[in-house]
């Protein structure tokens, strides 16, 4: 074999060896974040029945959040804190995230804020029981 062929084949093999690990490490986020969802569900119930706002529950997640999502929502809180609209951030997090729960979730969220959220808490527990029962 000609020089120029072995090195097309490595150069091959080790992209291939490349997305292989970037697959992995997106696959094992995802993994991470999914499992993240019951935890979040319940600090959020939990803020929210402390008298927080619905913000002030997100933003939070940014602190004491698991680790796996707390970068989006530190990214959310800064948005909230530069004055964007409240249900711009929560677009963004709905987009960033891109998964099944977190889209119920941020509807119940955008509901209850536009419109008062007298069963937010009672929503959020039947879908917290929803993904716990989903993730067993």
Known sequence: MSFITVLIISFIILS???IAIRNIKISSKLQKRSEA???VLDLIISSLQSGASISESLSMLGKIGPHSIRGEFNK??????????????????KHE?????TDQLFEVLYFSSQFGGRN??????ELSEYVVADLS
């Open 76 to 93: 959310f809180t800064k948005k909230i804190e530069q004055g964007e609209k409240f249900e711009l951030a929560l677009d963004y997090l």
């Open 16 to 18: 291939a060896i490349l």
């Open 120 to 125: 937010t808490i009672k929503v959020l527990r």
């Open 97 to 101: 995230f891109a998964d099944p729960v």
């Open 37 to 39: 969802w019951p935890e």
